[in-house]
Structure formats: C-alpha cells, structure tokens
C-alpha cells in the first residue's frame, strides 16, 4: 500500500528517525511504496491566513510544500514521526501541518457538492513521537493536533506510538522493545486488509 513517510524533527538520525525507519521496514515487509519525506530539507513558509483556498481549494503560496500536496490528498497511508517540542510537534512540522488548510477547505466544498466527497475510510494516518521526560500529558498536544490534521485530509486517525524519556539523539536504540514495536506497528499499518 503506498505510504507517505513525514519525518518530522530536525536533527538527523535522532530517536524519531530510528523510530520511522523501524516502522517503514515494518510497512516494506507488508508490501509498501513508501515515500519519504523530511521536513527539515525543505522550505515551508507558513500559511498566511489569507483565504486564497477558502475560495479556490488550492493554496497561493508556490514552495517545497506544492508538490507534497499530491501526496497528501492520494496517500491511502500516512505516517508522521516528530519528537516534542515545548509539549506539541516541531515547528518546521507544524508548517506542512497549517499549509494543509488548503486541503480541508477543498474537501469542504466539494463534500458541500456531494456529501462525503472527501473521505475515503480506507485511509489512515498514524503518529510517532519521542519526548525526553515523563510527563502524564506529554503527548496529548502532538496526538490532538495528528488527530485534526489525519481528520481535515478526511483520512481515520489510527493511533499513536509514543515513548517517554527519550533525549539524546539515539537513545532509543537501547530502549528494550521500541523499535521492534514500530517495527510491527508498520507491519501491521500497512497491510492490506485481506493479508
Ligand atoms: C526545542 C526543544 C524542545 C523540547 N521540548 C520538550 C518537551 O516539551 N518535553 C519533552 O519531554 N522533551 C522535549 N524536548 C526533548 C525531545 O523531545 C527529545 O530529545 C526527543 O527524543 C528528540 O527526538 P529526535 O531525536 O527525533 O529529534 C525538546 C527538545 C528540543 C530541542
């Protein structure tokens, strides 16, 4: 099943990088395309709030986010791995998040045309994160925003994983079970049905 990878956090080879890649192998084993993208390559401006796809469906802004749009609208899976920032995603995620705006509101008016238009339920998208210390809430903000931005593309929020006390870039290799947890996750993420 074609997957669409966002690796959200911009240091290389962290813990949610190992955490994606552990996952990915999962989803290749199931039989995926997988396309990768890494956010901090790429030049995402904010969105403007300006209303261009509240009229149009598309966004005005032309940049490295234009031909992530594609992706976004066709992908029957998505996946998103960000460590936590001040208690949310990362900011350079958090541009592709707010630029995906322009897909909502198209969704919006073409489910005002034809009720549903948007929403194929096969599509489903799915949350990694990493955090260094031990809060009760730590994910809460990073899983409530994944959950509106998998609803506004008119795809299910499947779930989440997520590991606590996790802060120097690779410590999660000597974590005992979570890449192997990913790794199964992805396995199972992009299966299809029947398999
Ligand atoms: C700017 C910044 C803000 C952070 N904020 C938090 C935080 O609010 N809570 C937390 O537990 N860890 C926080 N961390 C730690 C990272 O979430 C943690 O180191 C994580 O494992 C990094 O993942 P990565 O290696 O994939 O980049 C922060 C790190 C940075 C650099």
């Not at 506004?152 to 802060?167: D, K, N, S």
């Amino acid at each position: 099943m074609q997957t669409t990878a966002i690796y959200g956090s911009p240091r290389k080879n962290g813990n949610t990088d190992h955490m994606m890649d552990a996952f990915l192998e999962g989803a290749a084993h199931a039989g995926a395309e997988i396309h990768r993208i890494y956010v901090r390559d790429l030049h995402i401006a904010g969105c403007l709030g300006c209303g261009h796809c509240d009229q149009k469906g598309f966004c005005m802004q032309q940049d490295d986010m234009t031909p992530i749009y594609p992706l976004l609208e066709d992908s029957p899976r998505i996946v998103v791995a960000s460590p936590i920032y001040f208690y949310g995603i990362t900011g350079q995620l958090k541009l592709l998040v707010d630029r995906s705006q322009a897909l909502y509101m198209k969704n919006q008016a073409s489910s005002s045309i034809e009720p549903n238009a948007g929403t194929w339920k096969d599509r489903r998208g799915f949350l990694l994160s990493a955090g260094a210390t031990r809060g009760q809430k730590l994910f809460d903000c990073a899983i409530l925003c994944m959950r509106y931005f998998f609803d506004g593309l008119g795809m299910v929020y499947a779930g989440e994983l997520c590991f606590r006390q996790l802060e120097e870039k690779a410590a999660v290799l000597a974590h005992p079970s979570a890449l192997e947890e990913c790794r199964e996750m992805g396995r199972r993420f992009a299966a299809r049905p029947d398999q």
